[in-house]
């Protein structure tokens, strides 16, 4: 079965610095892994998604990822965190076979200080 | 804008009541569409799966006679939460998805308090 595992409830982070979420993965197959931000009380944001092609994604908000194939990784990453970044996120990887169901890790809180 | 709706966006109601929640795709017809609960500091867990025209799929351990759903057309999905009780007090998300892989979007999700 697919999964993701986001091994740190939380990441704090001053404002200004580089953050890097973690997110490590287990499929069957090729992999399609997703990051998502969520803030208090409302749904998910798509911020990238890796299907295919360069190993380095980027996505909305000056967010970036690295699939990683040897380490099974997929950590989300920005040179510079704004206080405003700060949010619940979400990896996340799709199930093989037609149902395309997204199979969520458990969310890592990013706290950025100013 | 917004792609996906979901109304209402908060609800509170008295144990033993039904409460229905829509979810609609408003820019693209929404083939299947997901339904998800997510408890506090929580991850989101998948309840079911509907194709529009078809009964919705149920993951384990959900029971499809107190969660129903409907998926009557391809822009509106109800997520109907029967003889509500406070353990189903919850944060409701919809994921929509059209045609093609790339066309998915979550609804801002409901927030259920059943007291």
């Known amino acids: 079965a697919q999964s993701v595992a986001q091994p740190e409830d939380q990441v704090n982070v001053a404002e200004g610095n580089p953050l890097t979420v973690k997110c490590t993965y287990s499929?069957?197959?090729?992999?399609?892994l997703f990051w998502y931000v969520q803030y208090p009380n409302r749904g998910l944001q798509f911020l990238l998604k890796y299907i295919t092609g360069d190993n380095l994604v980027k996505g909305s908000y000056g967010f970036e990822a690295e699939f990683n194939k040897s380490q099974t990784s997929f950590h989300l990453k920005k040179p510079s965190a704004l206080v405003s970044d700060s949010a619940l996120y979400f990896c996340?990887?799709?199930?093989?076979?037609?149902?395309?169901?997204?199979?969520f890790g458990t969310g890592t809180l990013l706290a950025v200080q100013p | 804008g917004a792609v996906v709706s979901q109304h209402p966006s908060r609800v509170i109601c008295k144990s033993g009541t039904s409460v229905k929640i829509e979810c609609r795709s408003l820019d693209f017809q929404a083939t299947t569409m997901f339904w998800y609960r997510q408890f506090p500091k929580q991850s989101l867990m998948l309840m079911a799966t509907?194709?529009?025209?078809?009964?919705?799929?149920?993951e384990q351990g959900v029971e499809k006679d107190k969660f129903l759903i409907n998926h009557a057309s391809l822009t509106l999905s109800t997520l109907t939460v029967t003889s509500a009780h406070p353990e189903d007090s919850s944060f409701y998300i919809c994921?929509?998805?059209?045609?093609?892989?790339?066309?998915?979007?979550f609804g801002p999700g409901t927030r259920l308090t059943v007291l």
């Open positions: 994921r929509a998805m059209g045609g093609s892989t790339d066309t998915q979007y």
């Open positions: 996340a990887v799709r199930d093989g076979g037609a149902t395309n169901k997204l199979i």
């Open positions: 499929v069957s197959g090729n992999p399609y």
């Open positions: 509907s194709n529009e025209g078809s009964k919705a799929t149920y």
